[in-house]
T-cell receptor, first 113, second 114 residues
Framework: GEDVEQSLFLSVREGDSSVINCTYT??????LYWYKQEPGAGLQLLTY?????DMKQDQRLTVLLNKKDKHLSLRIADTQTGDSAIYFC?????????????FGTGTRLKVLA | SAVISQKPSRDICQRGTSLTIQCQVD?????MFWYRQQPGQSLTLIAT?????????ESGFVIDKFPISRPNLTFSTLTVSNMSPEDSSIYLC???????????FGQGTRLTVV
């Protein structure tokens, strides 16, 4: 498909792990990204993974990449109320001919105290 | 990194009028983009702002409706012309150094058209 797809909502309890999934479009994208958008703010880069890696860990964040299925996931360990935000996966498909980000539909994470 | 100042942060406008949104970056950047984010939805790229030449518009967006200027490497404006309630949205300025580099975003302009 043409869209980068994500589930729309995720609700977890504080202290649990959150897993946000994404299906992207272009297997030749060099990097895959996760951006976070807090209420009333722009997007901030959270983490990214190089396409020749299967996994990347950065403190509480773990990114898993399955290139064959074009599937990306973000795991947040010990989720905190401050993690409540919208999370966007993104790619820059080189086959598009221009270096433009394509963002997913966004997953709204709600962390319950 | 890049720090982006986007103004105004919000506005309520009458239909038929126009609003110009400013994006000022604290350093020179290669690429500047304008996105629209409708309530509860993802970001849709409106156009790439090109320094000293006409912006490159995405499918569904035209210069007459969304004129863009980029006089230098640190500043751009987006005008939403002849507004209707359907233009109510958040408009975001984004910058990068091109290629696969990180994109930085302004805080957005929340536009309501009544």
């Amino acid at each position: 498909g043409e869209d980068v797809e994500q589930s729309l909502f995720l609700s977890v309890r504080e202290g649990d792990s959150s897993v946000i999934n994404c299906t992207y479009t272009d297997s030749s994208s060099t990097y895959l990204y996760w951006y976070k958008q807090e209420p009333g703010a722009g997007l901030q880069l959270l983490t990214y993974i190089f396409s020749n890696m299967d996994m990347k860990q950065d403190q509480r964040l773990t990114v898993l990449l399955n290139k064959k299925d074009k599937h990306l996931s973000l795991r947040i360990a010990d989720t905190q109320t401050g993690d409540s935000a919208i999370y966007f996966c993104a790619e820059i498909p080189p086959t598009s001919g221009t270096y433009k980000y394509i963002f997913g539909t966004g997953t709204r994470l709600k962390v319950l105290a | 990194s890049a720090v982006i100042s986007q103004k105004p942060s919000r506005d309520i406008c009458q239909r038929g009028t126009s609003l110009t949104i400013q994006c000022q970056v604290d350093s020179q950047v290669t690429m500047m983009f304008w996105y629209r984010q409708q309530p509860g939805q993802s970001l849709t790229l409106i156009a790439t702002a090109n320094q000293g030449s006409e912006a490159t518009y995405e499918s569904g967006f035209v210069i007459d409706k969304f004129p863009i200027s980029r006089p230098n490497l640190t500043f751009s404006t987006l005008t939403v012309s002849n507004m209707s309630p359907e233009d109510s949205s958040i408009y975001l300025c984004s910058v990068s150094q091109g290629g696969d580099t990180e994109a930085f975003f302004g805080q957005g302009t929340r536009l309501t058209v009544v």
